[in-house]
């Protein structure tokens, strides 16, 4: 707390090549207003693997924060909400994050952990993980609302997102080299998720991130282990 470091894990897919290109493409423009960011994990855990999703959401978005997160959460059987304990690991099966720009983030039941960036004039598809990137996008020369420009990047990339991402935390150390992940980013992230929880106690109605309480602890359990 002195130092003001936030620790975080489950983020490496941002340093990750075929990501950090999709993110360029979707900066520059070229198809346009970036509306909605589309993610399919399938039916997964909040802590144990849902904060990938997350960071690649306030990773494309560009936004300062989230406004409210709405989420179907399933606790495991017998489980009772402890007030500001949350002793479980509970699995998500629908998401919608509503940022402070008007892009929407969802995060579906859907399988394939694939990612869709929808603009106002195409979009972008990343495929199997990473294994591959599609842009799709009006033919200028077709007046219709279908995509029938599509562009195929097979990604064949030499370091891993997590390689990546410990040698940006060496370059920052020896050579104070930025850093493509922010405190804020980080908080934000367990802002959302704790948000997707809260969503669900309250009866599925939208929660807003302002209202998430400090002292609120979710343990990220699974089998006498922690996430």
């Known amino acids: 707390k002195k130092k003001k470091i936030s620790l975080s894990y489950g983020v490496y897919r941002r340093y990750a090549e075929v990501y950090r290109n999709a993110k360029i493409i979707s900066d520059s423009g070229e198809l346009g207003d970036l509306k909605q960011i589309s993610i399919f994990f399938g039916n997964t855990y ?61 995060i579906t039941s859907g399988g394939g952990l694939s ?22 996008k009006n033919n200028q020369n077709v007046k219709n609302p279908y995509y029938y420009d599509k562009r195929n990047i097979i990604s064949q990339p030499s370091k891993s997102g997590m390689q990546l991402s410990i040698e940006n935390l060496r370059d920052q150390i020896i050579s104070k080299k930025k850093s493509l992940i922010t ?22 109605s939208r929660f807003f991130l302002k209202d998430v309480p400090d002292e609120l602890v979710i343990t990220g359990k699974i089998n006498n282990k922690f996430a």
């Open 46 to 106: 909040l802590l144990w693997n849902l904060t990938h999703a997350v960071d690649l959401l306030i990773f494309f978005s560009n936004a300062k924060t989230a406004i409210w997160a709405n989420g179907i959460v399933e606790f495991k059987k017998g489980f009772k909400v402890q007030k500001n304990l949350i002793d479980d690991d509970p699995i998500v099966k629908s998401a919608t994050i509503m940022f402070d720009n008007g892009i929407i983030g969802s």
């Open 115 to 136: 990612v869709k960036l929808s603009f106002s004039k195409g979009e972008i598809e990343i495929g199997a993980d990473g294994t591959w990137l599609n842009i799709n």
């Open 183 to 204: 405190n804020s980013d980080i908080l934000e992230g367990q802002r959302i998720l704790y948000s997707l929880v809260l969503s669900e106690i309250n009866n599925g």
